[in-house]
């Protein structure tokens, strides 16, 4: 290279990029420190924090243009050394929330000249991609690039990186849309978000190309994880979430339709991943298709498709269905009659944080109890109410989705629900359970299968108290057992009296003495259940409002953008 004197700035033999003069490279460059080195330009508190990522530029338009805004502006985390120029994103360990800006980073422009002229001037990028002043440099990238443009942030249930696009001027994210064809994101088009999920991301701002690249070191990935694993607002399966989601992409990260898959949820056939557009944690579930169950997954996948986004229906939703053609809806879903090649279907569902055999009971108080039993007969009565029955209700379909904590990138709090999850499969006969009502084991022709729902699900709630013996059949002899149980229970306060009178009704031995799902929500017990939430609701919705009142820096929030170069 080189020798650089006080006038000079080189141009590393690149060619100028058209609609950018000359002049804008007439300034020396400053050499930068290896990415993941500490240099005395970064801020003090930022040694401390992890260096996960580096946002550079790929292609001599993007060069040219950072090393510009070094030279003019000296961001302090631009670095740039004799091969590579981009910006060190750093994870704070002193930040104890998602929702602090210091996990969201803005790109764009920054505020135009008029704006600051004005004084006017809202925000600054973190990621700045324009050159100061009223330059034909700096107009040429505003052709392209707005003030915000877009951000990137961790996903507050997957901590996975997201970008978002702030602007209807596109940016195109390099295969990584659906079978890797490139993702298009346009605040007015159909995708406005995207999971970041290779460890090296080519993203276009117009002539701009530039690369998202993870550089965590083996010895801070631990680090990272427990980080995040704490500031996630949500647990899935009982768990951590480290333990199923990958927060960093991996060398060989795989996708099925539009799910990056991450790992197998211990002692199920279900897969963790998150949905490649919205960052959204799911559960991927694969089926063999055959000619007998056919007709029943057809009908039981459709059903199910009609409860995505509608959790307070107390169904669990299925997002998205796809088969081996990487045709979604899967191809048999045009005529089920035609045999097909695809031997599997899948489907991803929103992932759950807990279900009712490994929920820890202990820590629910009543009240919360009550309402995730309401939820679920909410589920079931919808299901009836289709003419659907479920036919194997246990604890484990009886799902807790994740709720949502209001922070700084979300302003609303969304409680958990509990639901009902179908079955896709068609049984061909119950194992033994104290789920299984006691007239399926005798035979009966005919069985009134809404009746045996109501049963399981009564049963299925017993376990949010007890655990009862497992692989039993409902007999004369263990009825009465189940019924002791119940009693004593109750009568040391585990269970009030009014919701065992309901549970005892539930668990009627005849079938025609058990209400229907629809009767059993009309029970009078739920009044006090639901206006305690409302409650509940209503006191958390006046502390927020209180706090962003009484907050110190809270101004009124004005969206100023500066006008097109070409409005």
Known sequence: MAQKGDGDCPNRGLSQPPGVPSQAFSCPAILMTHPTAVSDDIPIGIANDIEFAVFSADNEAAIHLLETIQCKSSPPTLKSDENTIGYQLSIPLSCDSLGSGRFRWRIGAGPSPALIEKGLCCCEPDILLCPP?????SAAVRRFIKDIHASIHFHPQSGVLLLKTHSSRPIIYEQGDVDDHDLILDMLGKRNTCVLRRQRNFLR???????????????????????LDDNLSCRYNGIRPSQLLNFIPTPHSETSWNVWLHQKIPSTSITSGVNIHTGQPVAVKKLQVKARSRQHMLHQLQFACQFNGKSDKGVLGVIDTWCEHKMSPPCFFSDPKTPHRCRHLFYSMPLAEHHFLNMPWVKIDTHTRLLYFYQTLTGLAELHRHDVVHGNILPESLLILPGIEST????????????????????????????????????RDPVDKAKADVWALAASWLFAFVRPPGSIKITPVSYQALQKT????????????????????????????????AELLA???????LAHTRSVEDTKKRKRMENIQHSPNQTRRVRLLSPDVND
């Open 523 to 529: 029970d009078t017990i739920w009044e006090s259940v």
């Open 133 to 137: 002043g009223r330059t034909p440099s």
């Open 408 to 443: 700084a990138m979300i302003d609303r709090n969304l409680p958990r629900k509990a639901v009902i999850s179908l079955c896709m499969r068609q049984p061909d006969k119950p194992n033994p359970s104290v789920c299984v009502a006691p007239e399926i084991w005798a035979n």
């Open 205 to 227: 701002f117009g002539q701009y190309r530039f690369a998202l690249e993870f550089i965590v070191k083996d010895e801070d990935l631990g680090k990272l994880r427990a980080h």
């Open 486 to 517: 119940l009693d004593s229970q109750t009568k040391k306060g585990f269970i009030n009296e009014p919701f065992a009178a309901l549970l005892r009704q539930m668990l009627a031995w005849e079938p025609r003495d058990r209400p229907s799902a």
